[in-house]
């Protein structure tokens, strides 16, 4: 019989490309949407990776305890992925109440389902390196301490530690990837690189002249979401559960991944580059510069797409997409 996986933030980006992994390994793949992201509004991700009609839906909210534990009752799932959440950092200052209660209880709502109704099933929290926020260390790994700097951090820090206690406290298969951004075409266009590639292939086609940002001078360590999915996967697949950072080990600049993206069109930013102050956080990560040792060596896992190849692909789909 096919193993089934039930994820929430299907909708998403990595929703979409863990789906379509899980697919193609043959499992039978059920994910949780909100009632509004119904009637085609927001399962485009899922529509432009050919998988719509392969998934099935069960109307539900990480908010709503009832609606995920009926979830868990109906796809009887050997793997339940939490992708969902609030996941833009800039907008947690703004409605840092929300963020909490979908980032962080809503993950423990989802535990609760599990423990509750399948406690066989393995369980995968997305953990993030913005729980590593203010860093300390060069390179940051699974024993880096934790700082977060915005109610986003905060909130995934609270769903991390209370993955690992029902991991300890009931024996949960409860695993939780500590990764690094994580990139492609199915972005959504508020974060950096996608704001980027979107705003490039704008300029280039005519439709606008500039593009504002906000601190250029952020580092983050970028990686493709088709590798990063993969790695999920690898996490349940282990005899224990664990937490592992996923990540490329290398960090490059905003101002230097606008360049690379400018480039791709024959393009300068200096003609068309705006420094919005309106844009910067009241608290920024700096730099984020991952250490993947223990999942390439526990997993096997190793990610393949470096940033230039990701930017290339990110600025072709939205030409393509805008022409
Ligand atoms: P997205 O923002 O693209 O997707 C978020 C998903 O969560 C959407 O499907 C959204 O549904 C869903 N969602 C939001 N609120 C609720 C709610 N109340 N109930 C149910 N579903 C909800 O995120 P990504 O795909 O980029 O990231 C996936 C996860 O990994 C997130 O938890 C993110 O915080 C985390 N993460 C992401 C990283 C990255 O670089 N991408 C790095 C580290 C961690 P809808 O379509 O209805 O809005
Ligand atoms: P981040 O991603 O906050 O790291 O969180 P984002 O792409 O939003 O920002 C990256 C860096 O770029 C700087 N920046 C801008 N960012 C945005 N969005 N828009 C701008 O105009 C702009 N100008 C400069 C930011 O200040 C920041 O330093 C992402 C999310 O996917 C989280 O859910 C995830 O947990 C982390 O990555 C790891």
Request: glycine content about 8%; hydrophobic content about 40%.
């Amino acid at each position: 019989m096919a193993r089934s996986a039930l994820i929430t933030g299907i909708t998403g980006q990595d929703g979409a490309y863990l789906a379509n992994n899980l697919l193609v390994k043959g499992y039978d793949v059920w994910g949780v949407v909100r009632r509004s992201s119904h009637f085609g509004v927001v399962d485009h991700r899922l529509r432009w990776l050919g998988i719509d009609r392969d998934v099935r839906f069960i109307d539900g909210d990480l908010t709503d305890l009832s609606s995920l534990l009926r979830a868990v009752e109906t796809a009887k799932p050997d793997e339940v992925y939490n992708l969902a959440a609030q996941s833009f950092v800039a907008s947690s200052w703004q409605q840092p109440v929300l963020t909490s209660t979908v980032t962080g209880v809503g993950a423990v709502n989802v535990l609760e389902a599990v423990r509750i109704a399948q406690p066989d099933a393995r369980f995968y929290q997305a953990s993030s390196s913005e729980m590593f926020g203010l860093v300390q260390e060069a390179h940051q790994n699974e024993k880096t301490p934790f700082y977060p700097r915005s109610p986003y951090g905060a909130s995934k820090l609270f769903a991390h530690w209370m993955t690992v206690n029902y991991r300890e406290s009931f024996g949960l298969h409860a695993s939780s990837g500590i990764l690094f951004n994580h990139e492609s075409p199915l972005r959504g266009v508020e974060f950096v690189t996608r704001k980027v590639t979107d705003g490039v292939a704008r300029i280039k086609l005519g439709f606008t002249n500039e593009l504002r940002l906000g601190n250029i001078d952020a580092q983050r360590d970028w990686g493709h979401a088709r590798d990063y999915v993969e790695a999920m996967w690898l996490m349940l697949q282990q005899p224990e559960p664990s937490d592992y950072v996923v990540a490329t080990g290398r960090t490059t600049s905003v101002r230097q991944m606008v360049e690379i993206a400018f480039a791709h069109v024959g393009l300068s930013p200096a003609d068309h580059l705006v420094i919005d102050p309106d844009l910067f956080r009241p608290a920024e990560v700096d730099v984020l510069l991952g250490d993947p040792s223990r999942a390439v060596q526990a997993l096997g896992w190793h990610p393949t797409t470096s940033l230039e190849d990701m930017i290339r692909e990110m600025v072709d789909a939205d030409l393509a997409r805008l022409s």
